[in-house]
């Protein structure tokens, strides 16, 4: 069974920095595209990053110049590292295997003073 498992999330007051994690059991990552999506409140999910098989990346403006995604395919995870953090940055984070569309359960993000 295909899993992925995000950590990491919590409350952070503006400015500051959280680092995502995205644990993947089923399935080896290193051939696989791995995306973050967030979910804020009354909102449509929305992409955030997209890292490619070679670590080719690709963001979304919303975090483009504060997040930064990497991976670790010997420990079969995903990071989502965040500094600056905005109040709009108050979302539930997921990660997505891109082309099977398998999504982890989220992990909720608070940005608040």
């Known amino acids: 069974q295909v899993q992925l498992v995000e950590s990491g999330g919590g409350l952070v007051q503006p400015g500051g920095s959280l680092r995502l994690s995205c644990a993947a059991s089923?399935?080896?990552?290193?051939?696989?595209?791995m995306e973050w999506y967030r979910q804020a409140p009354g909102k449509e999910r929305e992409w955030v990053v997209i890292?490619?098989?070679?670590?080719?990346?690709s963001y979304a403006n919303l975090a483009k110049g504060r997040f930064t995604i990497s991976r670790d395919n010997a420990k079969n995870t995903i990071t989502l590292q965040m500094n600056n953090l905005e109040i709009e940055d108050t979302a539930v984070y997921y990660c997505?295997?891109?082309?099977?569309?398998?999504w982890g359960q989220g992990t909720q993000v608070t940005v608040s003073s």
């Open positions: 997505k295997i891109r082309v099977i569309g398998v």
């Open positions: 089923g399935i080896s990552i290193s051939p696989q595209a």
């Open positions: 890292i490619g098989v070679a670590g080719d990346t």
